[in-house]
């Protein structure tokens, strides 16, 4: 099993997500867990297609944290 850092971004009306170690790997949804459930999809049939046509599984590679700063 592998771990992919999924970014989750938050728009006006919905939500999107994308897979930065898996390009081209993204999905939408109206919720956090629509789009959560959504990208998990998205991911195993991206690494589907791979593997059927004969292209390595890229290794996760990137790694996202959170920072806090001061704001006044």
């Given at each position: 099993m592998k771990e992919y850092t999924v970014?989750?971004?938050?728009?006006?009306?919905?939500?999107?997500?994308?897979?930065?170690?898996?390009?081209?790997?993204?999905?939408?949804?109206?919720?956090?867990?629509?789009?959560?459930?959504m990208i998990r999809e998205a991911i195993e049939f991206h690494i589907e297609g791979l593997i059927g046509r004969g292209d390595p599984v890229p290794t996760p590679s990137v790694e996202a944290g959170v920072v806090s700063v001061s704001v006044e």
């Open positions: 970014i989750y971004e938050r728009g006006k009306r919905n939500w999107s997500a994308y897979v930065p170690d898996l390009p081209g790997c993204i999905a939408t949804g109206k919720t956090r867990p629509q789009v959560e459930r």
